[in-house]
């Protein structure tokens, strides 16, 4: 059997590699498909999106309700007042698949506006401050347990 995982990504992450990158780095979403397609243990597929769309974003997490599909989920700036996207994130969890906020870089190191997640309450687990290895490390999580999946 192959556990799919989404990896969902919000505004602006679509210019990672050339946006902030004392911040964010200098790699770019292809390279973190590649790191995670090389991260993913054995029956592990693993799909990077990024959208700049907050209602592309709740359907992607609505088809993974559905689908009970794992989310590893980087909300980028909805991620502090999106109430939608926490009610889709939401959805997911209280189905009882596994959804994990992952931030590249730690808010709570940057801006004050940045220090309050809407999402974090409602995930299984958040992840911050280790750049891409924040996203190996949540897949790392669901092949842990993915015995519950």
């Given at each position: 059997m192959t556990t799919h995982v989404l990896v969902l990504n919000g505004p602006n992450l679509g210019?990672?590699?050339?946006?902030e990158p004392d911040v964010y780095g200098h790699q770019d979403l292809a390279a973190l498909q590649l790191l995670l397609d090389d991260s993913a243990p054995a029956g592990f597929t693993v799909e990077v999106r990024q959208t700049d769309s907050e209602s592309e974003l709740i359907a992607w997490l609505h088809g993974a309700v559905d689908a009970r599909t794992p989310v590893i989920?980087?909300?980028?700036?909805?991620t502090h007042y999106s109430y939608g996207l926490r009610d889709a994130a939401a959805l997911v969890t209280k189905a009882g698949v596994p959804l994990i906020e992952v931030?590249?870089?730690?808010?709570?190191?940057?801006?004050?506006?940045?220090?309050?997640?809407?999402?974090?309450?409602?995930?299984?687990?958040v992840i911050a401050g280790f750049g891409f290895d924040g996203y190996r490390m949540a897949l790392e999580h669901l092949a842990r347990i993915s015995t519950t999946l």
């Open positions: 210019r990672l590699g050339s946006r989920l980087n909300p980028a700036a909805f931030h590249i870089s730690n808010p709570h190191a940057r801006e004050t506006f940045r220090h309050t997640s809407v999402i974090s309450g409602i995930a299984t687990g």
